[in-house]
């Protein structure tokens, strides 16, 4: 062959040589070269004389045969050698454990999940409905008696789908049951109906400590449990729904019973580690039920979970109607540091009125989400904006009451106005502890999946 024939042929030859498998040999090569300068870097003032100077000759034969277009085999025995001598010499560098690689990997993996949590996207639930409907917290779905819940597969699939869990209380024998509510004045009365819970530990993901409600109802005086997560705040719907099929129902019962005579009244345990009680009323619940038959039969759906937005607030303020997510650690009437998401309703110097169903803002009606019209409409689901003092420990927006956001502050309030623990309650977020806006509803994989609103 004419040295010009060579020359036309030689970069098809490396071609054909790179795609036969010597390419990845040459890329292997590379990899091990690398190794060599990570081990030369990190233990050069341990290595012996002779350790280096083997290792300099194996380094330079490898890339000698490199530089000349060595076939695969020539580059194999190269990087064997080389592979030896690093053997001996790469103390913790080379060979690493599988121990050593895993920690290796789990910590950038760590170490690059937090960046993004703290400087771009963090995860979020919802836990309550102070929110719903634009954004729900846990719901529970309730199944009768004689109706059919799910089966073993139905509910692996809700399970994986909606975060589906299911919960219900057998009856330990054939009777009567009743619940116990705690008593808030001298009778219950609508929209202030709470059924006695024990505040306990319990489990998440069975082994993960979590505080858990347990509540107990008795059958013919026997006493059969359970417990919701802490948060839940759907169980006096459950039992509504189960017994009676909806509130109304519930309080013609209770005022048929109050008219009949009084109610027994007794003392409650408040919690396992705790000495404090609280005075309840049993209401018998007018249904028998036999032994080994749920009581009450549900599942706990999850909350709405999200990523918020950490990025755009370094850049740019909040605007009224925006949902925003903020840590509740330096407003005192909380009273310890969790997250909180609501529609921020007003900036400092704002003035804030309600006047029910319409919440007003500098003296108009407030306009910048969808949410506040819907309420201000009540459009259902969404009932109207209530008077702070309709809800339970509400000290701003009274009837008739002006607030002014001071400096450096958000007046914050939930879509669910009525049943909405907010600024009406605890007043004012601090401007320095927002955290971030709602960017997407990634889980579960209902129609409010999407980005946020």
């Known amino acids: 062959m004419s040295s010009l024939s060579a020359a036309l042929l030689f970069p098809f030859q490396r071609i054909g040589r790179f795609f036969s498998g010597g390419g990845k040999v040459r890329r292997a090569a590379d990899n091990w070269l690398e190794l060599a300068q990570k081990v ?30 060595a076939d695969a085999g020539k580059l194999r025995l190269d990087i064997e050698a080389l592979e030896d001598v690093l053997r001996r010499c790469g103390g913790a560098v080379y060979p690493k454990s599988s121990l050593a690689e895993n920690v290796d990997f789990f910590l950038v993996a760590a170490i690059v999940i937090l960046g993004i949590r703290t400087y771009f996207l963090q995860p ?40 589906a869990q299911r919960r219900q209380a057998i009856a330990p024998r054939t009777g009567q049951v009743s619940a116990q509510y705690f008593l808030i004045g001298d009778r219950l009365s609508p929209g202030r109906v709470y059924l006695a819970y024990t505040v306990k530990t319990g489990r998440k993901w069975l082994f993960l400590p979590t505080e858990v409600h347990e509540y107990t109802f008795l059958v013919d005086g026997v006493p059969a449990t359970v417990q919701v997560p802490a948060d839940f705040d759907g169980f006096e719907a459950v039992v509504m729904q189960t017994f009676f099929g909806n509130e109304a129902n519930f309080f013609k019962h209770v005022i048929a019973l109050q008219k009949a005579g009084p109610l027994e009244t007794s003392l409650f345990k408040l919690g396992e580690a705790s000495d404090g009680y609280g005075r309840v009323v049993t209401i018998p619940l007018g249904r028998t039920v036999e032994a080994g038959q749920p009581i009450v039969r549900f599942d706990v759906m999850t909350g709405d979970q999200l990523f918020v937005d950490r990025l755009t607030y370094h850049f740019m303020r909040p605007k009224v109607g925006q949902g925003f997510v903020f840590r509740t650690g330096n407003i005192p009437a909380i009273g310890k540091d969790d997250y909180f998401i609501k529609h921020l309703v007003g900036l400092p110097g704002d003035v804030m009125e309600v006047r029910a169903p319409v919440l ?26 209530t008077y702070g003092d309709s809800i339970s420990g509400g000290h701003y927006l009274a009837k008739g009451q002006t607030v002014t956001v001071p400096a450096n502050s958000f007046f914050a309030m939930g879509d669910n106005s009525s049943n909405s623990s907010d600024s009406r309650v605890w007043g004012f977020v601090p401007a320095a502890d927002v955290v971030g806006r709602p960017l997407f509803v990634y889980y579960p994989f209902t129609r409010r999946w999407g980005w946020g609103r």
């Not at 350790?51 to 045969?65: I, N």
């Not at 779905?141 to 699939?157: S, W």
């Not at 407030?366 to 109207?384: E, K, Q, S």
Request: charged share 25%; glycine share 8%; net charge neutral.
């Open 360 to 385: 007003y803002r500098n003296g108009a009606p407030i306009t910048g989400a969808d949410a506040f019209d819907l309420n201000a409409r009540r459009v259902a689901p969404y009932t109207g904006y």
């Open 40 to 69: 030369r870097s990190y233990r050069s003032d341990r290595l012996a004389e002779a350790e280096r100077a083997e290792l300099d000759q194996r380094e330079e034969d490898l890339r000698r045969d490199l530089r000349e277009n």
């Open 124 to 163: 979020f639930k919802i836990p309550t409905n102070s929110m719903w409907p634009t954004y729900y917290g846990m719901t529970p779905e309730v199944f009768p008696p004689g109706t059919a819940a799910p089966g073993a597969l139905a509910q692996v699939f809700r399970f994986v789908a909606f975060g």
